[in-house]
């Protein structure tokens, strides 16, 4: 036989040939198709579908106010970690309890597939960082309802609850760091005075007031260096003009005039040295003028006696006429001594204190080190306790407003709803799908087996099979026989798409009065 695709004229009346002889098996192919897909219609499962929508926001008139005096718990990462929280323990299991499973008393294991089946009935959605949507879907409309307003209910109230969690956190933490500081500080202070007290020269100021007493007697010591320069410059013009002075103007005696200025003299002692102490100047000053004066007295007592034993005369005391002008220059030599001599006294007084300014500037200098590391330390921790101090603050105002719920704050955008009619595949689609594909699988396979079986059915089958023309066909007419049986076929027939309607029409009548 030859392979070539009988024509379109051929194949129609093979067609309805086929259809006619195999009518009965057609119809019980049509019906289990029809019949099974309606089955399957009503076992398949319903699922209805709730939804709401949650907006995170912290857009309030106390967020520019407080800009700088508090952090608020912003919405960033929230709709991250609305996965966590929705899904976990403590959540799950008070939907369990929304959702009406609970009241069976299920067993750890049972909770635990519920939970599981929850989380693969919920769709979580975030279309933004800070707008989250969440679908759950279950097969009664009420319980999908149910769960997906307390999905979001539980979801807002923990989220305000980990935000008031998180502020309360961060206060504490700051203020233990306050106390944590507040002892360092007061450790670090009490070193430092303590260290001060037993450290006379670490006390502050105590190297400048140093620097500026040896800068001062240095001054000092040079200054008084060029007045005993000076005095002894004068002392020596006074002595070559007293060398060149006679000492008296006649012969006569000055031991009378040294005994009375003398006892001037060291009456003006005693006066000083009720006030002033020996190393006063002018002490100095008065104890020279005197011993120049008991000097003198004692070589003119011993002139006389060289002079009386040479059995020279001796002129009587009060015929004794002294030099005036060798008199007042010798007052002002000694007077000048005096002077250079308490210049020099001022001195060695005026280095003895600079040696010891010095050696308490180098004291100074050796404690300087501790004394800068113990302050080091203080201003290190003041300054960190007074910054924890300004955050601590911050935090209790923060803490304020997350327990106020004056900063991020949740809305429901779009509140959950009782679903009214399932979603997905539903019992209608089962239905038509089971209409279309008993009419198609049927006439499909009887297409397959017209074309594909290679029984000659028609006239051009067989003139291609043979190569022959045919002149006449002979027509089939049937028996009575036959013909009962086509009419109890045809009745099967009827009955059995008849059967299938009513079954459809009664099944869908009953889907709209929600019986089944």
Known sequence: MSGELMPLSGLLP???????????????????????????????PRKYEASTTILAQESSIITPLMEGAASTTGTKNRAGIARDVIFSRKVLSEILVAGGWMATNPTPLEQDKLIEGIKSRTVLQTARDNLITITYFDSDPRRAF??????????ISESLASKQRESHDAYDFINSQVEAYRLKLTDAEDKLKAYRDANADARPGSETDTNARIGQLRIQIENTRMMLMEKNSQAAAIQAQLTGESEVNAVQTVQGVAQTQMAALQQQLDTLLLTYTDSYPDVIRLRHQIQDLRVQAQGEEARRNTARMAGIPIPVDNGTQMNPMYQQLRMQLAATRSEAAAAGARIGA?????????????????????????????????????????????????????????????????????????????????????????????????????????????????????GLTVLAAIPYYPTPRDRRRDRVRNSLLGFIVAGVAIVYLVVFWLRLKGWV
């Open 350 to 466: 005026s280095e003895g204190m600079l040696q010891n300014e010095l050696e308490r500037s180098r004291r100074i200098a050796n404690s300087e080190n501790v004394t800068s590391e113990l302050t080091r330390d203080y201003t290190v921790n003041r300054d960190v306790y007074q910054d924890l101090l300004k955050r601590r603050e911050s935090a209790r105002v923060s803490m304020n407003l997350d327990a106020e719920q004056r900063g991020l704050t949740f809305l429901v955008q779009n509140p959950a709803v009782m679903p009214l009619q399932p979603t997905g595949i539903r019992f209608m689609h089962f239905g038509l799908a089971g209409v279309a594909l008993s009419l198609a699988i049927p006439f499909g396979l009887l297409f397959g087996v017209t074309r594909f079986d290679p029984r000659v059915r028609s006239v051009w089958q067989l003139e291609q099979a043979t």
């Open 14 to 44: 093979a067609l309805v040939s086929e259809a006619k002889r195999r009518r009965l098996a057609i119809a019980l192919v049509f019906a289990a198709i029809a019949l099974a897909a309606l089955a399957t219609g009503l076992l398949w």
């Open 146 to 155: 149910l769960v997906t307003r307390q999905f979001a209910q539980l979801f």
